[in-house]
């Protein structure tokens, strides 16, 4: 993991407190290997999967964001295009 200083049990606390269950269930999953026995962690990853927490469904959430995110900045670009030829920028 790039980020493994961040992953700590306090850390999956804060995303898991601001709905980002995915990022809490990989820290705690992580902190998990490294600690198999500390039951706390057990009980906060079960917790979480009890939430309903779907990585499936929060993976495709990512994808649909970023295809948005992408469609916005195509149309910003198409509206460059146009008031670029506009201004009579274009050769």
Do not use: C
């Amino acid at each position: 993991m790039k980020d493994d200083v961040f992953y700590t049990r306090t850390m999956a606390k804060v995303y898991a407190g601001q709905g980002n269950l995915g990022k809490a269930a990989e820290i705690y999953t992580y902190l998990l290997k490294k600690d198999p026995g500390r039951q706390d962690l057990v009980d906060a990853l079960a917790e979480i999967n009890s939430k309903g927490f779907d990585k499936d469904r929060e993976n495709l959430l990512v994808l649909f964001t970023e295809w948005i995110d992408l469609l916005l900045k195509y149309s910003r670009m198409q509206q460059l295009k146009k008031l670029k030829k506009y201004i009579g920028g274009e050769k």
